[in-house]
Every structure is written in structure tokens, then in C-alpha cells.
T-cell receptor, first 115, second 108 residues
Framework: DTAVSQTPKYLVTQMGNDKSIKCEQN?????MYWYKQDSKKFLKIMFSYNNKELIINETVPNRFSPKSPDKAHLNLHINSLELGDSAVYFC??????????????FGDGTRLSIL | SQQGEEDPQALSIQEGENATMNCSYK?????LQWYRQNSGRGLVHLIL?????REKHSGRLRVTLDTSKKSSSLLITASRAADTASYFCATVPQNFVFGPGTRLSVLP
């Protein structure tokens, strides 16, 4: 069974559209994250949730809105997509608090391409 | 803000050789973790070393940590083609940025 699964794997859409990416973890972890990996391979944190509560909210446009219906799910909704949003988005989870001593488990990423 | 930074950015070796990559960081840490990313996949956790440890082994992996120099190294012995990937270090606390990583190519 896949531990951290995110859908879709690929997302191609027009500028200005609204889209959502879903993430689910079956590891029983308390904390979930969203990262953005740019073309230079830097992986930057966007959000972190612990037990459905927002813990980390880095400098991200408010067009990006995370939603955690329960601690096993963390979805990412993006409004009014822009060319600069093209990237690979990774979901991850870990046990305990955000950035504790526990390793993070990553999904395989969603490659978002804005036309 | 970025904490861990890997070096070299790219490394190409022959199968069977050893590969060494380094990580430097800026502030005090609780632990340091190494991750691998295969092309088109997410990061996979390899090994964690705590700030009071100097060396740790896991299979063909050997990690060292020098807190006085704020640096760590990852050694992969007897490399295989399947080790071809990007390798990232991450520090706790406060590693909100991974990368850019070391791109390792192991040639058969």
C-alpha cells in the first residue's frame, strides 16, 4: 500500500484556472506538509498541518489554500493559476510535531504545468 | 531560509566506486537527515544522525557529522547503478528548504 499518495500525478491547465491537488497518508502520522520543487530542484516548504491545525505557513500567495478535513488528508487548492506556479508539488507526512526528530515520508509529486 | 546545502552539485562515478557528498549548515541542530530522490519520485529518508553522534552506518551508507564545522558527509560504498539519484540533507530544527542536492550518476 502506498504510504503517501497524491493525485493527480500530472496536471496541465490554462492560466487563470482553479485546480486542486489531493494528498492522503495511511501511516497514522500527525503532521502533513506541502512542498514546491522548482526547476533548480530546491524543495521549499509551503504549509504544515499538525492534527488538522495550520502550523507553518511560509510566504505563499493567498491564491494557495490548504485544507485538512482530517489528519490523514491535506489538500491544496490553487486559484487563478499563473505561469510561475508551474512546478512539482510534493506532499509529505511525519510523526509528532512539525520538523521533529522523525523522518518525513513523501508522495511522488504532482507535476503542474500552466499553459 | 535555507539551512543545509549540498556539495558537489553533480558527481559521476563508475559502478563499484565510492561516492562522497557533503552538507554544510548554518545554525545549531538537533539532528541531520539525508534523503534520496530518484527521478520523478518523492524524497526517501535514508539515515538520521543526532547532534551528539559523530558517525552512523546503515548498510552501504556511512554518515559523519562535525558540529564544530557545521558539516556532514554521506559516503556510499561500492556504488551501484541503482544509486543514481539526487541526495539532499535536511536539518532539524528549521529546514524549510531542501536543495539543490547532489546529483549522483553511477555509470555501469
Amino acid at each position: 500500500d502506498t504510504a503517501v499518495s497524491q493525485t493527480p500525478k500530472y496536471l496541465v491547465t490554462q492560466m487563470g484556472n482553479d485546480k486542486s491537488i489531493k494528498c492522503e497518508q495511511n501511516l497514522g502520522h500527525d503532521t502533513m506538509y506541502w512542498y514546491k520543487q522548482d526547476s533548480k530542484k530546491f524543495l521549499k516548504i509551503m504549509f504544515s498541518y499538525n492534527n488538522k491545525e495550520l502550523i507553518i505557513n511560509e510566504t505563499v500567495p493567498n491564491r494557495f489554500s490548504p485544507k485538512s478535513p482530517d489528519k490523514a488528508h491535506l489538500n491544496l487548492h490553487i486559484n487563478s493559476l499563473e505561469l510561475g506556479d508551474s512546478a512539482v508539488y510534493f506532499c509529505a507526512s511525519s510523526q509528532g510535531q512539525s520538523y521533529s526528530n522523525q523522518p518525513q515520508h513523501f508522495g511522488d509529486g504532482t507535476r503542474l504545468s500552466i499553459l | 531560509s535555507q539551512q543545509g546545502e549540498e556539495d558537489p552539485q553533480a558527481l559521476s562515478i563508475q559502478e563499484g566506486e565510492n561516492a562522497t557528498m557533503n552538507c554544510s549548515y548554518k545554525t545549531s541542530i538537533n539532528n541531520l537527515q539525508w534523503y534520496r530522490q530518484n527521478s520523478g519520485r518523492g524524497l526517501v529518508h535514508l539515515i538520521l544522525i543526532r547532534s551528539n553522534e559523530r558517525e552512523k552506518h546503515s548498510g552501504r551508507l556511512r554518515v559523519t557529522l562535525d558540529t564544530s564545522k557545521k558539516s556532514s558527509s554521506l559516503l556510499i560504498t561500492a556504488s551501484r547503478a541503482a544509486d543514481t539519484a539526487s541526495y539532499f540533507c535536511a536539518t532539524v530544527p528549521q529546514n524549510f528548504v531542501f536543495g539543490p542536492g547532489t546529483r549522483l550518476s553511477v555509470l555501469p
